[in-house]
């Protein structure tokens, strides 16, 4: 009886383990060791060869080899429901799965967008033994609107590395592919010696390979018959509008030291750039913008509109042509001034945008000219004024990357979920939310950064950034301290004159230590930590020394409001995240929902070149407010040319009465007799920080600034 169930169990165990290693092994013979034989020109044949012994098995070899599907799927089911969510058709979907395989794609594509909200669903794939594992597929699950057909890439096509006869089938693709269609694909691929064509028109990130992976991979596919030349790639972008696209490695086996390079790319027919063109104004003289810039092949929203569309005819146009959303300028993501930036330094701002509307007094005619920061400041414009337009600049592209995020998240998500991801500072499945809601409203390059970033709510996302540095080391320092009960007292404080003893008894003495000022004079520690320039540090240690700068900045804070619920910023500081009583105004559930729904957020242009490059593109007296904030402080009084010219293009491109704000780390700082050279008026201070007294909420800055054109 022993013997039995011994030779029982190790049967079972056997019974096991072949489960397991059977559907390796099968994919390894097919594809390693099996002889393809020499089927002359018939495709079908060669693939039948390739496949027929690893039908069955397909789906559960294919899962880690072809990477990139799921999301390729949800970028196009996110795409369909805003179209139909948006009017731009009305009409159900046709989905043709091209090379189709098993139907897993179908199977999948089912959980983000139900097959049975498709007019119809056509799997077209050559491979017999696939086709029918498919037909089982779809029959046991009921669906009457698919139809599997086995034909060749004549009428169709296959997986697009797989495809012999691949111009003719992208040429009709596009035939077939209606105005407001969109074609998703996601497969492996090589790029060429040089950059590809296509990143002319739209740069993308991660796309060359090394000398070792072209070669290898091109020629390991080959032996199986799969064509992976760059020209392929090449001519579909070629032929089709680019909506996202991204480069990703499969570390396939072996992690980070076997790379096969993939991509996911969704795109549409070009003519959707013409119905997508209503979403930007074609301007007259006084009221114009250039977005051209002279090291790309551009064209000035400033042109008119026959001769926008000679420009599209004549050339292909970057991603940017085929947002859903048109806050995004087009810009030169490879440039050296662009690529110096591997972050944002600023996970939120740190200007008080109430002491600027009490002085900037905004109207609805009003066309602003704003630094990006991390856009806090410029939605509380377009919250509490909704001017005509509010264009933001920064040099920095993931500044704008995140403003970006900002704008879409408002537009596409519930409050709870953008309060999760900009209130508490974290979110669970911020990368679902990415991909599947988020998306359509995003620029392909915002898309790329973000889905690179998506760990960055995974836990405190204002720790992040070259800003989260100094959080991160307050937050040491508060428990080296011990200080962690009396913070907590301290912003939940309900009186001024509460939060004012814990602060002058407990808290003061501590930040002032020795180790903490020699912190703080480090000039590293300043730019890293806190974004202060040596320039700007300059300024200030003319007037003062550093301790005494902090103690001008922080001694007024806790006299001026309460922590628990309007002292954001600092409470922010000390506990990374913002409470619903505590919190810029756009994170309110009023204000996010006002912003939703009132148009406000059409206002905004994202520009990502540097300030000088932006007013030179507009035209004279566009604007009539500009906000700098602490910019200025940061040029070298002795070598002053560049600032020299951006206050001369202000003054060009400002109308008459229009006005710019600023702030800096001096009372008195030493730009100002610039604006007075080109012919500024009324070069008042708005505040000047005395000791004791707090100008704003921020406190940080010395003073506050307006100059006016005449």
Partial sequence: MACLYSITAITALCLVAWDQIQVPLKFMYSCFFKRIGNHGNDQQSRLESFYQDQAKIYDNSRGALLRGRKTMLKLSAAQLREQIATGITSKKPIWVDLGGGTGWNIETMNESFPIEQFEQVILVDLTPSLCQVARERFESKGWKNVTVLCQDASSFQLPVSMMD???PVVDRIQSLLSPEGIVGVVDFYVSGRSNAPAEKWSPQQNRQCNWFTRHFWQAWFELDHINLQPGRRDYLEYKFGTIKSLNRRNHFIVPYLVQMPYYIWLGCSSARQNELSNLVEIPDDTDSVMSGHSNRSSFSHANSANSLMASRQTRSVSSFSFQNKQWRLDYNPSLPCHTQF?????AFTWEDPRVDLQYLNISKDDVMFVITSAGDNALEYALQAQPKKIHCIDMNPCQNHLLELKLAGITALEYNDFWRMFGEGNHPHFSTLLHDIISPHLSSYA??????????????????GYSGLALSILEWWIRMQGLGKDIDAMTSASTIQEQKDIWNTKIRPAIFSPMIQKILHN?????????????QMNMFLKECTTQEYIENTLDPITSHSLFSDDQYFYYLCLKQRYTKKSCPSYLTKDGFETLKTSGALNSFRLHTESILDALKSMADGYLTRLVVMDHMDWFD???CEELDSEIMEMKRALQRGGQVYWRSAGTKPWYNALFEKHGFVNIEPLGIRKPGQAIDRVNMYASFYRATKP
Avoid: C
């Fill in 342 to 346: 591997r972050s944002y330094i600023y």
């Fill in 637 to 639: 009084p002795e070598s």
């Fill in 165 to 167: 006869h691949f111009y």
């Fill in 447 to 464: 898309f790329q950064y973000w889905n690179k970033h998506s760990d960055r709510f995974s836990h405190k996302f204002y720790k992040t």
């Fill in 523 to 535: 000039p590293m520690f300043m730019w890293n930590a806190l974004g202060v320039p040596i320039n």
